[in-house]
């Protein structure tokens, strides 16, 4: 079975500065996508950024970029230029290829200091 | 825009009630999911529907029930809600031939006194 691991429950950020927030996962999968969904207080999950396994290069959105090391398992989210906005749970999640269901993990709270 | 909606934002019951949640979305999407968030766990599978009339036990299906009985719609249901049962519900749809983009609901609050 897939694990998801986030080892920063809490993290914060003055605004306007960047922030990573890191994620490692457990797989024997070769094909495979990662998420990072963003939940702002009582509002709804969206995703911010995906990432196909079997891309090499790292997935950008904007302020929002991801550092994909898929040896070491690794699927970091970096933000840049951080906003008042941005301050929300940060889920990071597993779907295996050919697959429906997302693995997540237990999130990490980001708060934007301004 | 794809909307999926939840029929109540805040849900209070009392221990041994049946209770129902509702979960809509718009967007002809043939995959449905129900997950349960709490604090410290992040999001866990609870069922999935991949079709009218079909499903499939998540990882924490004891306790819960699912109706897909219209492709639109896709429902949770606690034979008999227990105190432990109280948690933030979240709804989710995706579609077949993208099922790696999954849009979700505001969710529900649901308390069990």
């Known amino acids: 079975a897939q694990t998801v691991t986030q080892s920063q429950p809490e993290m914060s950020v003055q605004e306007a500065e960047t922030v990573t927030l890191s994620c490692t996962y457990d797989?024997?999968?070769?094909?495979?996508?990662l998420f990072w969904y963003k939940q702002p207080p009582s509002r709804q999950m969206i995703l911010v950024i995906r990432q196909e396994a079997y891309k090499q290069q790292n997935a950008t959105e904007n302020r929002f970029s991801v550092n994909f090391q898929k040896a070491a398992k690794s699927f970091s989210l970096k933000i840049s230029d951080s906003q008042l906005g941005d301050t929300a749970m940060y889920f990071c999640a597993f779907m295996k290829f050919r697959s429906e269901k997302l693995v997540f993990g237990k999130g990490t709270k980001l708060t934007v200091n301004p | 825009d794809v909307k999926v909606t939840q029929s109540s934002r805040y849900l209070v019951k009392r221990t041994g009630e049946k209770v129902f949640l509702e979960c809509v979305q718009d967007m002809d999407h043939e995959n449905m999911f129900w997950y349960r968030q709490d604090p410290g766990l992040g999001l866990r599978l609870i069922y999935f529907s991949y079709d009218v009339k079909m499903k499939e036990k998540g990882d924490i299906p004891e306790g819960y029930s699912v109706s897909r009985e219209k492709k639109e719609r896709f429902s949770l249901i606690l034979e008999s809600a227990s105190t432990n049962q109280t948690s933030m519900y979240l709804c989710?749809?995706?579609?077949?031939?993208?099922?790696?983009?999954?849009?979700f609901g505001p969710g529900t609050r649901l308390t069990v006194l």
């Open positions: 989710a749809s995706s579609l077949a031939r993208d099922p790696d983009t999954q849009y």
């Open positions: 797989t024997s999968e070769n094909n495979y996508y």
